[in-house]
């Protein structure tokens, strides 16, 4: 079985730009959480995802969107990109919503923001 | 709410050494835990976890840890490490009972370094 693939796996944007972030989960698993990993605040929950709907979402602010397709895929938005917004965005996928569920990650977008 | 405490930023250890890497958390009631590693340039992969029951548990790539309650520990063991293992490690913290990764609480990570 594939594993979860993000696109691209880097990106190098200029400071108002926006950028759009793609994960395609295992095949059958339902549930995406993306993820932003940074140095200094290590991994921080972004939102997730579960038949489309987004079941929770992280202390991010507006400028930050993301959303889920039919097939499982989701995609993350960053508008009015920020130099702080430089990050490795990780997307995870599981079977269900359940905490305990085991989520399996992607390699990461790696974001710089000039 | 949970927290989780990796005191080790660092750590470095010959080929062939054994390995502790420490984790406290901080939860009401028994936690589910985890330990994923990250490699360079990778996601993290889960190399074991904990819900209930017998306290040590056995994961992938010869990893155990072990769940002390009276401690708050959920220490990761290695007997042996190969050069391979050198990576990032997470001890992450979830809520039991709550239906959502928002739940799962992550450390700051503990870099591992291999000696030859």
């Known amino acids: 079985k594939a594993g979860v693939t993000q696109t691209p796996r880097y990106l190098i944007k200029t400071r108002g730009q926006q950028v759009t972030l793609s994960c395609s989960p295992i095949s059958g698993h339902r549930s995406v959480s993306w993820y932003q990993q940074t140095p200094g605040q290590g991994l921080q929950f972004l939102f997730e995802y579960f038949s489309e709907t987004q079941r929770n979402k992280g202390n991010f602010p507006g400028r930050f969107s993301g959303r889920q397709f039919s097939n499982s895929r989701s995609e993350m938005n960053v508008s009015t990109l920020e130099l702080g917004d430089s990050a490795l965005y990780l997307c995870?996928?599981?079977?269900?919503?359940?905490?305990?569920?085991?989520?399996?990650f992607g390699p990461g977008t790696r974001l710089l923001v000039l | 709410a949970q927290s989780v405490t990796q005191p080790d930023i660092h750590i470095t250890v010959s080929e062939g050494a054994s390995l502790e890497l420490r984790c406290n958390y901080s939860y009401g009631a028994t936690p589910y835990l985890f330990w994923y590693v990250q490699s360079p340039g990778q996601g993290l992969q889960l190399l074991l976890k904990y819900f209930s029951g017998d306290t040590l548990v056995q994961g992938i790539k010869g990893f155990e840890a072990e769940f002390k309650r009276s401690q708050s520990s959920f220490n990761l063991r290695k007997p042996s490490v190969h050069w391979s293992d050198a990576a990032e490690y997470f001890c992450?913290?979830?809520?039991?009972?709550?239906?959502?990764?928002?739940?799962?609480?992550f450390g700051s990570g503990t870099r591992l370094s291999i000696r030859p």
């Open positions: 995870a996928s599981s079977q269900g919503l359940a905490a305990q569920e085991t989520q399996y």
């Open positions: 992450a913290v979830g809520a039991p009972g709550y239906s959502s990764a928002s739940k799962i609480i």
